[in-house]
C-alpha cells in the first residue's frame, strides 16, 4: 500500500477550500479552549472544592470519556446521513457544560458541566474532520493538521486565560467564555451550508468506492495498531496536560500562573508539531512520520524526570513538537485503510484519543495520590516504546493484500 493508496489523483493545492479549512479550524480553537478550560482550573477548583487528585481525574474521565464513547457512534451515523446541523449543536452543548461548571456549587455539577463538554466534543470532532477532508483539495494531511491544529491552539491558550482571567477573578468569570461558544455557533452555521452544497454536489456525481485497499485482516491489524499508538501519545499527553502544574508546583516551587504559563509552553509547543505533522506525511509518507514522532521522542521523556527546571521547559518542547507530529499521520492512514468511513474513522480515533486519555488521567491521579507526582512522569517515560509497532504498519511500497 502506498501512503495515497485508493485515492484518485490528487487536485491541484490550490483547488482547497482554505476559507472552509480556516473556519473549521478557529471553531475547533473555541472548542479546544471551553474544553481546556477544565483541566487549566483544577488547582483552583482543587482548592476550591477540597478535591483529592483522584477527583481531579474523575472530572477529566468524565468529559473526555464522555466524548469517546459517542464519537465513533456519530461518526458511523454521519456516514451514512451527513447532518451539517449538527456542528452549531455540538458547540452548544459546551457552552451549556460551560455555564453549569461556571455557576456550579457541588462535585456533582461540575461533573455534569465536564460531560456537556464532552458531548459537545463528540458531535463537533467527526463531522468537523469531513468538512476538513472534504475541503482539502486532496491534501489530505495538510487539511488534518490545520483543523487539528485549531484544537490545539485552543488547548494552549487555555491555560493562559486561566491564570490570567478565571484564577484573579473567581470560577464565576468561566460564564464569559459563553461568548466564544456563541462565535463557533456561527461559524459553524456558515460551514454546515457549505457543506450542504458540497454533499448535494458529491451526491449528484455518485458516491466514491469503499473497497478497503486491504483485507479484513489486514486492516484491522493496522487499525489496532495505530489505536495503541495513539493511547501511548495521549497517555502520555495526559500526564502534561493534567499534572504538569502540580508537578512543577510541587519540584520546582513555581507559582500557579507560572505553572499555567509552562503549561501553555508545552502546549504551544503541541501546536506546532500537529501542524508539520500532516504536511510531512504527504510528502514524505504517513508510517515515516508516525515512526520518528513515537519511537523518536523516547530520550527526552526518560530524561525528563531527572531535569532541572530550565531543562524540564526545552525538553517538554521537544517532546510536544516531536509527539504531536503523530496524530495527523495517524488519522488520515486510518482513514485511508477504511475509504468512504471518514466519520466514523474520525469519531473513533478523536474518541479513542479522548477515551484514553480520560483513562489515562484517572489513573494516573491515583497513581499520584499513592506514590507522588514524581513517580508519574517517571512511569510514563516509557511510554514511547510503544513506537516500535511501526514496524508492522504499511509504508509506502507495501504491496497491496489480496
Given at each position: 500500500m502506498t501512503d495515497t493508496t485508493a485515492q484518485s489523483p490528487r487536485p491541484a493545492l490550490e483547488n482547497a477550500t482554505y476559507v472552509v479549512i480556516f473556519g473549521v479550524s478557529v471553531c475547533h480553537m473555541l472548542n479546544d479552549i471551553i474544553q481546556s478550560l477544565v483541566s487549566a482550573i483544577y488547582p483552583m477548583l482543587k482548592a476550591d472544592f477540597g478535591l483529592s487528585f483522584w477527583q481531579i481525574g474523575l472530572l477529566t474521565f468524565t468529559f473526555q470519556v464522555t466524548a469517546s464513547l459517542l464519537q465513533p457512534a456519530i461518526g458511523l451515523a454521519i456516514d451514512k446521513k451527513p447532518m451539517p446541523n449538527s456542528l452549531p449543536l455540538g458547540m452548544f452543548s459546551s457552552l451549556c457544560g460551560l455555564l453549569l461548571l461556571a455557576f456550579a456549587h457541588s462535585y456533582a455539577l461540575l461533573l455534569c458541566g465536564a460531560a456537556l463538554i464532552g458531548i459537545g466534543s463528540a458531535i463537533f470532532h467527526p463531522e468537523a474532520s469531513r468538512v476538513a477532508r472534504m475541503a482539502s483539495g486532496g491534501r489530505f494531511g495538510m487539511a488534518q493538521s490545520f483543523f487539528q491544529v485549531g484544537g490545539n491552539f485552543g488547548q494552549a491558550i487555555g491555560p493562559l486565560l486561566a491564570a490570567f482571567i478565571i484564577v484573579p477573578r473567581g470560577q464565576d468569570s468561566v460564564a464569559w467564555f459563553a461568548l466564544a461558544a456563541l462565535l463557533g455557533m456561527t461559524i459553524l452555521y456558515r460551514v454546515g451550508r457549505w457543506y450542504e452544497r458540497q454533499r448535494v454536489a458529491m451526491v449528484a456525481r455518485g458516491s466514491a468506492s469503499k473497497a478497503?485497499?486491504?483485507?479484513?485482516?489486514?486492516?484491522?491489524?493496522?487499525?489496532?495498531?495505530?489505536?495503541?499508538?495513539?493511547?501511548?501519545?495521549?497517555?502520555?499527553?495526559?500526564?502534561?496536560?493534567?499534572?504538569?502544574?502540580?508537578?512543577?508546583?510541587?519540584?520546582?516551587?513555581?507559582?500557579?500562573?507560572?505553572?499555567?504559563?509552562?503549561?501553555?509552553?508545552?502546549?504551544?509547543?503541541?501546536?506546532?508539531?500537529?501542524?508539520?505533522?500532516?504536511?510531512?506525511?504527504?510528502?514524505?509518507?504517513?508510517?515515516?512520520?508516525i515512526w520518528v514522532s513515537i519511537l523518536g521522542v523516547l530520550p527526552f521523556t526518560l530524561a525528563l524526570p531527572y531535569a532541572n527546571l530550565e531543562w524540564?521547559?526545552?525538553?517538554?518542547?521537544?517532546?510536544?513538537?516531536?509527539?504531536?507530529?503523530?496524530?495527523?499521520?495517524?488519522?488520515?492512514?486510518?482513514?485511508?485503510?477504511?475509504?468512504?468511513?471518514?466519520?466514523?474513522?474520525?469519531?473513533?480515533?478523536?474518541?479513542?484519543?479522548?477515551?484514553?486519555?480520560?483513562?489515562?488521567?484517572?489513573?494516573?491521579?491515583?497513581?499520584?495520590?499513592?506514590?507522588?507526582?514524581?513517580?508519574?512522569?517517571?512511569?510514563?517515560?516509557?511510554?514511547?516504546?510503544?513506537?516500535?509497532?511501526?514496524?508492522?504498519?504499511?509504508?509506502?511500497?507495501?504491496?497491496?493484500?489480496?
Open positions: 478497503m485497499p486491504f483485507d479484513k485482516r489486514y486492516t484491522y491489524m493496522v487499525l489496532t495498531i495505530l489505536m495503541l499508538l495513539t493511547f501511548s501519545k495521549n497517555a502520555y499527553t495526559a500526564s502534561i496536560s493534567s499534572y504538569y502544574t502540580f508537578y512543577t508546583i510541587e519540584k520546582f516551587g513555581v507559582s500557579i500562573q507560572t505553572a499555567q504559563v509552562l503549561l501553555f509552553v508545552f502546549l504551544g509547543a503541541v501546536a506546532l508539531g500537529t501542524i508539520v505533522g500532516g504536511p510531512i506525511g504527504d510528502r514524505i509518507g504517513r508510517k515515516a512520520v524540564t521547559i526545552a525538553l517538554t518542547v521537544i517532546i510536544g513538537v516531536v509527539l504531536a507530529s503523530a496524530f495527523p499521520a495517524i488519522v488520515v492512514m486510518a482513514q485511508e485503510m477504511m475509504p468512504g468511513r471518514v466519520g466514523m474513522v474520525a469519531g473513533i480515533f478523536f474518541g479513542f484519543a479522548f477515551g484514553m486519555g480520560g483513562i489515562a488521567a484517572a489513573l494516573l491521579g491515583v497513581l499520584a495520590d499513592a506514590r507522588g507526582i514524581e513517580y508519574v512522569y517517571w512511569a510514563c517515560s516509557f511510554l514511547p516504546l510503544a513506537g516500535l509497532l511501526c514496524v508492522f504498519l504499511p509504508g509506502r511500497r507495501t504491496p497491496r493484500v489480496s
